[in-house]
T-cell receptor
Framework: EAQVTQNPRYLITVTGKKLTVTCSQN?????MSWYRQDPGLGLRQIYY???????DKGDVPEGYKVSRKEKRNFPLILESPSPNQTSLYFC????????????FGPGTRLTVL | GENVEQHPSTLSVQEGDSAVIKCTYS??????FPWYKQELGKGPQLIID?????GEKKDQRIAVTLNKTAKHFSLHITETQPEDSAVYFC?????????????FGTGTRLQVFP
């Protein structure tokens, strides 16, 4: 089944404790992206990747890192999480770029205490 | 401020009625306008999209219209059903520093009552 998977689905952590949210897609998509969703703010792009080893900042990249060493994986790294990073995170992938349909993962709800 | 404004934030309709959600965008160079549906506990899913060279697009009960002059686009759902209840997001492409990005609206929660 074609899908985007994220892990973990739920995470409660404390300020400053490094964490990684994994994202994997099995559709051989080139474009992958991370979004955060907050009430009243919609979806905001954090980082995106056009292909392996090619990443770029979205609208809200501060406090996040990403890497794209393999085509299927696009982990999101929070080196030193803070409470304002409490949010619902979505990974998405598309065939080539944002002009193709983006397939979203199920989401990761992160709480930083 | 936000470059894509979406209204209304909530919408309640009776089953069988029509629902309309409107979005406006600020960048006249925007050329791609997708609509996503997000059901409870799930990620958004594309339901329809339109490009700037087209004024209207239909897919069964769903249609999207685009007015480039006024810089607004709308989602129309006819003969609504309870399973249409979800949060709907519009988005518009935007070019920033030689890269294209999607800017999402803030969402509309649609409730269809039986």
């Amino acid at each position: 089944e074609a899908q985007v998977t994220q892990n973990p689905r739920y995470l409660i952590t404390v300020t400053g404790k490094k964490l990684t949210v994994t994202c994997s897609q099995n559709m051989n998509h080139e474009y992958m992206s991370w979004y955060r969703q907050d009430p009243g703010l919609g979806l905001r792009q954090i980082y995106y990747s056009m292909n392996v080893e090619v990443t770029d900042k979205g609208d809200v990249p501060e406090g996040y890192k990403v890497s794209r060493k393999e085509k299927r994986n696009f982990p999101l790294i929070l080196e030193s999480p803070s409470p304002n990073q409490t949010s619902l995170y979505f990974c998405a992938s598309s065939l080539q770029d944002l002009y193709n349909e983006q397939f979203f993962g199920p989401g990761t709800r992160l709480t930083v205490l | 401020g936000e470059n894509v404004e979406q209204h209304p934030s909530t919408l309640s309709v009776q089953e069988g009625d029509s629902a309309v959600i409107k979005c406006t965008y600020s960048d006249s160079a925007s050329n791609y306008f997708p609509w996503y549906k997000q059901e409870l506990g799930k990620g958004p899913q594309l339901i329809i999209d339109i490009r700037s060279n087209v004024g209207e697009k239909k897919d069964q009960r769903i249609a999207v219209t685009l007015n480039k002059t006024a810089k607004h686009f709308s989602l129309h759902i006819t003969e609504t059903q309870p399973e249409d209840s979800a949060v709907y997001f519009c988005a518009a492409s935007k070019r920033r520093w030689n890269t294209d990005k999607l800017i999402f609206g803030t969402g509309t929660r649609l409730q269809v009552f039986p």
